[in-house]
């Protein structure tokens, strides 16, 4: 295996990693414990040091016990009781100077951390700009200061998205400083100079056509890296949506309820009822496994040509050359109503679809807002805390905020990510799998969906529950 260059590549990616300690961001994220599973199972890192809030009340170690008792750890712990040793807890925020990692923590890292994973940001859109400037740009900054100081670095991966650049629809494997209206830095050296709150109300100007201050900060991120990472060996992993594990650690986990997965929980549910979507656009997932194996393979690959003086690579992954359209989508999570539907509907499940937002507020009016009205209404009559006000108008700001992704076709460029897979062996690119391509839409969002029965809307998967979903939904 040889590198365009010439350069002979590492066989094995589980060798790289023995012995090595890792340094992690976002490590009680869905994308961070999987990445912590399968680095403890399927290698022989040495440790990883894991930056995570502190909370009040709650130790750290005590945290970390509790993962002995989460589902996405179970397969690893069936085979290694012992992994979850290797993790240790580093008390740190992104919104503090230098991280609010302890003096004392940050010589540790600095004299032991081989790799860096970037992953901790708010994935909130409607997030106030001062605050996703400081978690996902400033912190990318201050993460980068802090690398340069560690005598052992070999890799540093920044965990970018997708749609860092989705002011446009084509979308290459490289930096675009020229869509940014500001330069990052000086993004930065404005939030010095104001308070919030007149930074926030500065949003709508700042942030010219990004769509909303989540992807706008990430695409400053993007920036500071570009401009900033110097000759540390540095790349950044752009993944799609991320969707529930297609394999890995366990078929169909998901322990949230974002993006996709909550307009399928909401249509489950009989909650949501009217959609403004553009059927015939692609909607772009990747299945969280998927993405951790792509993450990982970057690292390794990454560690290559650290002697080398070059900019950032970046991989994308995403559904493009193996497409999944809103319709397609829609179909399955119609088929899973009929195949297991919830126990808990509220009404009939469907979902009205319309192209115009003027069309939806119409409707959403009659089919969301009044029912929840007066289901609330109900709701004080008997003595409850009223709740489907609040519930609709979430879905009503989350389907405003969500226009540009649901109306508009993305095609991401995946050359660097398609050279990384065949630099590897036949076995790491079947342990280490992350072929996009390969993967059956159907089946996959058939199990997915069911496994959101289980995970997220918390009932259990037995046919005596399915019989009882089915018996309401003929009721409905």
């Known amino acids: 295996f040889v590198q365009s260059n010439g350069a002979e590549m590492d066989y094995d990616i589980g060798g790289f990693y023995k012995d090595k300690v890792v340094f992690l961001t976002g490590a009680t994220g869905f994308m961070g414990k999987v990445m912590i599973e399968k680095l403890l199972r399927s290698t022989d890192v040495k ?121 446009i629809s084509d979308i290459e494997e490289k930096f675009y400083p020229e869509h940014l209206p500001c330069s990052a830095d000086k993004v930065l050296a404005l939030s010095e100079m104001v308070n919030s709150k007149v930074l926030d109300n500065m949003s709508a100007g700042l942030m010219g056509s990004f769509p909303n201050t989540y992807i706008f900060t990430k695409a400053l991120a993007e920036d500071i890296v570009l401009k900033e990472s110097g000759s540390l060996p540095v790349s950044i992993c752009r993944p799609n949506m991320i969707m529930p594990a297609d394999k890995e650690p366990i078929v169909g986990w998901i322990d949230n309820m974002y993006g996709p997965i909550a307009f399928a929980y909401g249509a489950a549910r009989g909650v949501l ?59 399955a999570v119609r088929n899973c109503r009929t195949q297991f539907p919830m126990t808990n509907m509220l009404w009939y499940p469907y979902v009205l679809n319309v192209t115009s937002m003027w069309t939806y507020y119409f409707l959403a009016f009659f089919l969301h807002s009044l029912p929840g009205y007066a289901l609330d209404l109900v709701l004080r009559v008997v003595g409850r805390k009223p709740q489907f006000g609040k519930i609709y108008k979430k879905i009503n700001d ?79």
Not at 90 to 104: K, M, Q, V, Y
Not at 314 to 330: H, K, L
């Open 47 to 167: 440790r990883i040091y894991a930056m995570v809030r502190s909370k009040r009340g709650h130790n750290l170690q005590e945290r970390l016990q509790l993962w002995q008792k989460e589902e996405v750890f179970k397969v690893l712990l069936s085979s290694k009781p012992e992994a979850l040793q290797r993790v240790q807890f580093i008390a740190g925020d992104c919104c503090e100077p230098d991280l609010g990692i302890r003096e004392e923590d940050r010589r540790l890292l600095c004299a032991e951390v081989h790799i860096v994973i970037h992953g901790a940001a708010t994935v909130r859109f409607d997030e106030a700009l001062h605050k996703a400037l400081a978690i996902n740009t400033r912190a990318t900054r201050l993460m980068l200061q802090l690398a340069k100081e560690m005598k052992h670095l070999e890799s540093y991966l920044h965990i970018s998205t997708a749609f860092s650049n989705c002011v």
């Open 273 to 331: 009822r009217v959609a403004c979507v553009n059927i015939d656009a692609h909607c772009n997932f990747v299945p969280v496994d998927y993405a951790s194996n792509l993450a990982i393979a970057i690292i390794w690959e990454t560690s290559k040509r650290k002697s080398q003086c070059q900019q950032p690579a970046i991989y994308a992954i995403g559904n493009a050359s193996n497409p999944m359209t809103n319709s397609r989508f829609q179909d």
């Open 398 to 476: 989350s389907m405003k905020l969500l226009q540009h992704f649901f109306h508009n076709t993305f095609r991401f460029d995946m050359k660097n990510t398609y050279r990384l897979r065949e630099l590897m062996s036949p076995e790491d690119r079947i342990t280490y799998n992350f072929d996009i391509n390969s993967l059956d839409w159907d089946k996959y969002m058939n199990k997915s969906l069911r496994a959101m029965r289980f995970y997220v809307a918390k009932e259990v998967d037995t046919p005596e529950s399915i019989a009882k979903g089915k018996k309401l939904m003929l009721r409905l």
